[in-house]
């Protein structure tokens, strides 16, 4: 059991620390409120009046996806760069075939029209 | 703590795949990468023809390596996957009922010119973009790679000998499952709400089994069955984590299952998704679940069986019993067959509790008389429709048999076998896991399965008597003609069911020889 202790006391410290910060900001802090303070955004921006079932353009979320696709490649091809000398013929052939497959997903996003923008 | 060693050389010793037994699952991945190709470079007209070469090539040539990648069982991949009976047997199964499944997929004779599939799946339900896309009678054919990528982690599931090879093989048969039921053509918005709710529940389930899995490794230091097993056979302190672990990776793949108290998407989704993917999920899901399952209590967790035993038992007793109960008062006739497949999973787990050689074998056959029944059923309403698509009120389908008798005694060969009827496959398949069950001392089990199966009888023959003894309420029901394709499923989904109705030998034999998982 002693291997959680310092984990529980961790713990034990974090909560702290935030029951701490926000006893002592209600007790020692100014309590001033006016209208800009107990708006959604303190920046003073109304929260938009569009219901969360409208439009939302879906080229934020291809391009992210995209994006993680890509991602997701490199963070692969991490632990090969470091040890390709030992994997040798073998580990060059997963590799290729590991890139071929995110490529059909790459073409495919291409051919269906996931890069065009307007 | 584990330290590195301080030499570098031979840390990654380039693993030994055996690409003769992994052959299966990558000729279906492969086809599902050729899918993907085909949706994106072939023009929209060619894709349909192209689809159906890529996926029924891909399953049959996947059938055909599976046939010769030899007997010998061992464990392969670097112990991640298993290679004995169980796994051969299932896959094969797999293969097999979703060769019978995609036939369905195909049917564009039911709907004249039309699949049961949504043209554009991110139209908003209702809107001109649809109606438009409708009229034209645009066609996607997205579904055929999305159901390949599924039949690989199906696959793949049954054969896992790690829990992470079992969790990878999880999300490839679970993700385009959520993806499938949300396209049904009719009835949009049910078929978004089934998506999401098998999503969310289906990602939460995954989560409890991901949570179980790091609590299992940390009582065994391994993910590997066979360790698993030997940590619980020779240690005895800190049992809270595996008890913990067992607890949690049960829920994740209780829930796949369908097993009470984790059953309550089964309902909504299958009644959501489109009629032939339910087909198609109902049957092969459960398969390659059953499989995972079986193999994770007999291998991993049978040197403490008696902990979690009596939980099994329960759960199966009240997932047989919640099925039949709630299928009793069901007016669709999707829903209530999603009840009855909550049952059969009931049923099943009487199998597992037998914890013998003889439960497997009685399990490996169950699933097949399932399986086909229930592709069988569901591929019969398909045909039964009405004004707004398919008819799915139970009062549509009165007095079917004197309009279509053939549908209909089709449709009671399902139900009966379903049932568990003398000369249908249901009832050997029945007999089977209820003798293994007795056998092992869970006479209790068994006899809650069979009051279980009296009032399962009750619905399923209302059903026939709705169709056959009495007048039809209204004409807007007909029997659409359907495909060739659609009427070869139906006919080999028949033609198995009666066949091991009448001579269970034949399935009982492959079976029992197929039932001695590898440790």
């Known amino acids: 059991m002693n291997v959680y202790t310092p984990v529980l006391v961790l713990a034990a410290i974090g909560a702290g620390f935030a029951l701490f910060s926000i006893i002592s900001g209600a007790i020692a802090g100014p309590s001033r409120y006016n209208r800009a303070l107990l708006d959604a955004y303190e920046c003073g921006i109304d929260p938009t009046e569009r219901k969360a079932a409208g439009k939302i353009p879906i080229k934020y979320f291809l391009t992210a996806m995209l994006f993680i696709i890509f991602d997701i490649e490199i963070v692969f091809l991490y632990p090969w760069a470091v040890a390709f000398d030992q994997l040798g013929l073998f580990g060059l052939v997963e590799m290729i075939v590991f890139i071929l497959t995110v490529f059909v997903a790459y073409m495919y996003v291409w051919r269906r029209g996931g890069l065009e923008w307007d | 703590m584990m330290g590195l060693p301080a030499a570098t050389q031979g840390l990654f010793p380039v693993p030994q795949l055996e690409y003769q037994n992994l052959a299966p699952v990558l000729i279906v991945l492969v086809a599902a990468l050729l899918g993907v190709l085909v949706e994106a470079f072939l023009p929209r007209a060619a894709r349909f023809r192209a689809q159906l070469v890529v996926s029924f090539g891909g399953l049959l040539i996947a059938l055909a390596a599976l046939f010769f990648a030899g007997n010998t069982d061992g464990v392969i991949a670097e112990g991640a996957i298993a290679w004995d009976g169980p796994a051969r047997f299932l896959q094969g199964l797999i293969l097999v009922l979703s060769v019978v499944a995609f036939l369905l997929f195909t049917d564009r004779k039911i709907d004249p010119g039309r699949d049961a599939f949504a043209p554009r799946v991110s139209a ?6 649809e109606q438009s896309l409708t009229e034209k009678l645009v066609q996607q054919t997205e579904v055929y790679p999305l159901a390949l990528f599924s039949v690989s982690g199906m696959l793949l599931f049954p054969a896992a000998n790690d829990l992470l090879m079992m969790f990878v093989a999880l999300e490839v048969l679970s993700l385009p499952l959520y993806l499938l039921a949300g396209m049904a053509r009719r009835r949009r918005l049910l078929s978004q709400e089934a998506a999401l709710k098998y999503f969310l529940l289906g990602a939460y389930s995954s989560a409890f089994f991901l949570f179980g899995s790091a609590m299992i490794y940390g009582y065994a230091n391994s993910l590997r069955f066979s360790e698993i097993a030997a940590a619980t056979a020779s240690q005895s302190a800190s049992e809270g984590l595996l008890l913990v672990g067992i607890g949690l990776i049960s829920v994740g793949l209780l829930f796949k299952i369908g097993a009470a108290p984790f059953h309550e998407w089964t ?19 459960k398969v390659a679940a059953f499989g995972a399952l079986v193999r994770i209590f007999y291998v991993a967790f049978g040197p403490v069986r008696e902990q979690w035993l009596p939980l099994i038992s329960v759960i199966s007793a009240l997932t047989m019993l919640v099925g039949v109960i709630f299928a009793l008062t069901q007016r669709e006739m999707k829903r209530m067959l999603a009840y009855s497949s909550i049952a059969h999973a009931g049923f099943l787990l009487t199998g597992v509790v037998a914890l013998s050689q003889k439960g497997v074998s009685a399990i490996l056959f169950y699933l097949v008389a399932y399986g086909f029944a229930t592709i069988g059923a569901f591929g019969i309403v398909t045909l039964v429709r009405d004004g707004a698509g398919e008819a799915s009120d139970l009062s549509a389908w009165a007095g079917l048999g004197k309009r279509s008798p053939g549908v ?35 006479s209790w089990l068994v006899i809650v399965g069979v009051i279980a199966s009296a009032i399962a009888g009750f619905f399923y023959v209302r059903v026939i ?52 998982f590898i440790r």
Do not use: H
């Open chain 2, 267 to 285: 309902p909504d989704v299958y009644q959501g998704a489109p009629t032939v993917i339910t087909a198609f999920m109902a049957a092969t899901t």
């Open chain 2, 465 to 516: 008597v709705l169709m056959f003894f009495t007048d039809p309420q209204d004409d807007n029901t007909t029997v659409a003609i359907p495909s060739l394709a659609t009427a070869i499923s139906l006919a080999v989904c028949a033609g198995v069911t009666i066949v091991l109705g009448v001579l269970p030998q034949i399935g009982l034999e492959v079976a029992d020889r197929a039932s001695l």
């Open chain 2, 408 to 442: 209909a005694a089709l449709f009671s060969l399902f139900l009966l076998s379903m049932a568990g009827i003398p000369l249908t496959a249901g009832f050997p398949a029945k007999f089977a896991v209820f003798s293994a069950a007795s056998a092992s001392g869970a």
């Open chain 2, 124 to 129: 908003i339900p209702g809107s001109a973009e």
